[in-house]
Every structure is written in structure tokens, then in C-alpha cells.
């Protein structure tokens, strides 16, 4: 199977990285995503695999119906737990509502890195979404020297590529 995802991701010609500005449009026009303040993120500062400098853009995405394509039934099911075991908790502002409301599936948040300036270098999400991460996978790109076919950052490029419907 690998080898065919291979040769169709030869024949895709899909680019090895995408510019930050591109990334953007994919995430408003097919997720609804809306631009957030890079502050609100501050504490992304204390991450060790974030760059918070590199930060380009923040966005939400919470448009149910988008948020209801982008979850598999076992995530929908983790939601639904997380709402039952948060329905006596008292909430603190709003910080802690928008916490919550990413546990239970109403919300997601997606940082992009760019190291250049130009091309998506790294990415944040916040939230879970096996849909959405492959999706961020295939448009972080990967290098050139390690698209081998066999190695495993390799294959499992290829293995989203194919999840998002790229290949």
C-alpha cells in the first residue's frame, strides 16, 4: 500500500511546502476558520515545542457543523464524557469557558509557525481532531531528503496525505 501512496503522491505534485498565506485560506474558506490575536496565545510562550516568535497566525474554528465533520465517533464520544463530567464545575472567565469549550468538541485552535516568513514551518493544534491534523500535516509539508519511500516520517506523511484527501 505504501508504495502506491508513493506513487501517487508523485504523480499529486503536491508541494513540499505551502506558503503561510495559502495555509490561511485553506483553513477560512474550508473550516470556517476565523483569525484570533496572537496574545491570547501568550502562553504558548512557555512550550518547548513552540516557537512562540515564529507564531505567523491564530485562528478558532467553531462552527458546529464544520466541528461536527472534522470529529470521528470516538472523539465525539470523548466530548460528550467531557461534558458530563464538567456539568457541576463553575467556570472562572472566560478563559476557562473557551477551555472547556475546546474539551468538549465546540472549539478548536490552530497556530501556525513559519521559520521563513513565507512557508508553514510548524503548527499548534489545540484540541483534538485526527481530520484536522492530517490536514496540518500534509500542509506543513515535508523535506525533500526525507520522502524515502519505507522510512516512517515518510510513510506516515503519506498515511495523512491520503486521510485528507490528497492522495
Known sequence: MENSLHERYLKSRLPNRFPVAQVCRILTDKFRAEEMDKS?????KKDPL????????????VDNSVLQSLFSPEERKMHRDSAVSFRNDRLHGERERIWRDIQEGKRLHVVLETVDGESLSGFTLQGISQKLLAELVVLQGIDPARAIPGTPPYERYLQFAAEAGYL
Open 40 to 44: 491570547w496565545f501568550a502562553d504558548l
Open 50 to 61: 513552540v516557537h512562540y516568535e515564529r507564531i505567523a497566525k491564530c485562528f478558532k474554528i
